[in-house]
């Protein structure tokens, strides 16, 4: 989180086009561009995974027994 708020402070003040620092407009750019693409095509393709329950509890409890023991 610093060393986002230090890339987007300027180079110079006054800041002039020569010294103007373009990072805040790519860190806005980006997410700006994630949204939008999710709006247009992942909102229709992407789905939220369903829950299916497991139907072999021999297999899961081996794995539970060894991830408390850890």
């Not at 986002?4 to 806005?28: E, H, K, R, V």
């Not at 247009?40 to 027994?65: F, K, Y």
């Amino acid at each position: 989180m610093v060393v986002t708020m230090l890339f987007c402070l300027p180079q110079a003040w006054p800041s002039t086009i020569d010294t103007f620092n373009y990072a805040p407009l790519a860190l806005g750019a980006v997410p700006a561009l994630a949204d939008a693409l999710w709006a247009a095509e992942g909102r229709r393709t992407c789905g939220v995974p369903e829950r299916r329950p497991c139907r072999d509890r021999n297999l899961i409890e081996p794995v539970e027994r060894q991830l408390l023991q850890t």
